[in-house]
């Protein structure tokens, strides 16, 4: 069974910086398009970043130029490094395929941006 682990979220200030790690089980990263996505309070969940096997990548206009998503795929590993973070970047964070696949959703992390 697949399972995804996000990690690294927390509380930063307006303009400071985070990096998430998501580990996962299995071998889907050699093959697949993951992504990160975030849930704000009321709001339904979204695609932030898009990486491809290849390492092609995609960001939505909110957090383009301020969020770089990468991946390790020796590690099983992905990465998105979020700077200049302001408060509407309050959400949890979670990570999976891209599209989505519903069995493999985790916990999320939760990232907080507040003075």
């Known amino acids: 069974q697949v399972q995804l682990a996000e990690s690294g979220g927390g509380l930063v200030q307006p303009g400071g910086s985070l990096r998430l790690s998501c580990a996962a089980s299995g071998r889907i990263f050699s093959f697949n398009a993951m992504g990160w996505y975030r849930q704000a309070p009321g709001k339904q969940r979204e695609l932030v970043a898009r990486?491809?096997?290849?390492?092609?990548?995609v960001y939505a206009d909110s957090v383009k130029g301020r969020f770089t998503i990468s991946r390790d795929n020796a590690k099983n590993t992905v990465y998105l490094q979020m700077n200049s973070l302001k408060p509407e970047d309050t959400a949890v964070y979670y990570c999976?395929?891209?599209?989505?696949?519903?069995?493999?959703w985790g916990q999320g992390t939760q990232v907080t941006v507040s003075s």
């Open positions: 990486i491809g096997p290849g390492g092609s990548t």
């Open positions: 999976n395929t891209a599209p989505s696949n519903l069995n493999y």
